[in-house]
């Protein structure tokens, strides 16, 4: 938490110097250092008031607080979107108005499929076969082997990746805006924008390195191993110990595969396609918004399916004990 506060502190001074130089100097009347600590000092209390909201709702609310608080801004900013869509496809479209019909029906059709394939692969795992051998005490027979499953999720790292690829990639442009007349910071502007092929490219790389990365720290096969040899648990026709963590990291690798291709994919289509269909700039929704969308969507639901049954169970037992 100390550590978003000292990071939010920097990042507004260098979001207002920056916003400051793209404005040609005229978007802050003083702007010394007193100025530009002024305003991070009002915005990191902003940041900070948001992480107590946070974790309020997350206490007493359904969910995570600054998930659905970003859910929130997000779904807030689709009716200006549809909005200016609709001012630049369909106002005095003329002779081309069918053809934006057709176009934007379409795209509708695309960001539907996207949806749906997110929801996919966010809920798909891979279920490995676990075995757990009873242990055989005093006179109780042996009962032979307790069955379950390992679920690996084919995307373990979630949308840390993508948020990790949009800073590491946003750094050298913020740092950039320092030297606006440099030759380099101009080409790291122009260059590492998403758009971009070189930007675009830079921004998959990073989000498949970071998949790999954080997907291991999420799922720790070594660990995992440990664990199911301690508690006399094995995967059919392989050996505990070594063996299980080289057979689980195998499979890992093949998830985290999928998974990187997916969180690739999904962040630079709806930049792309929107790009290419030639809608305003505030239509191109990232693939971050998207799978925070889709993916707190789909944690709420399940929130709110289970305090449903747990509702219905407390009202069985009620009439039960009645």
Known sequence: RYFTIILAFIQSILMAYGFNNTAGGQLIIDPNWTTYVFIATVLTAGTAFLLWLGEQITAKGIGNGVSMIIFAGLVSAIPNVANQIYLQQFQNAG????????????????????????????????????????????????????????????????????????????????????????????????????????????????????????????????????????????????????????????????????????LGAISILPIAFTKIATLPPSAQIGGTSLLIIVGVALETMEILESQHVKHHYKGFIKKANS
Not at 189 to 211: E, Q
Not at 218 to 244: C, D, F, H
């Open 95 to 262: 002779d081309q108005l069918f053809i934006n019909i057709v176009k934007m029906i379409l795209i509708g059709l695309v960001i539907l499929a996207i949806i749906v394939g997110v929801i996919y692969i966010q809920q798909a795992v891979r279920k490995i076969p676990i075995q757990y051998a009873k242990a055989v005490s005093g006179d109780n027979p042996y009962q032979g082997a307790k069955n379950t499953h390992l679920p690996l999720k084919v995307n373990s790292a979630g949308v840390i990746p993508v948020i990790f690829a949009s800073a590491f990639l946003m750094t050298p442009r913020t740092i950039a805006e320092f030297f606006p007349d440099s030759s380099v910071s101009k080409w790291l502007d122009a260059n590492l924008d998403f758009t971009h092929p070189i930007g675009m490219t830079l921004y998959v790389g990073l989000i498949v390195a970071f998949t790999y990365f954080y997907a291991f720290v999420q799922v720790n096969p070594e660990q995992m191993a440990e664990n199911l040899k301690k508690q006399n648990g094995y995967v059919p026709s392989i050996r505990p110990g070594k063996a299980t963590e080289q057979y689980v990291t195998k499979i890992l690798y093949r998830l985290t595969c999928i998974g990187a291709i997916f």
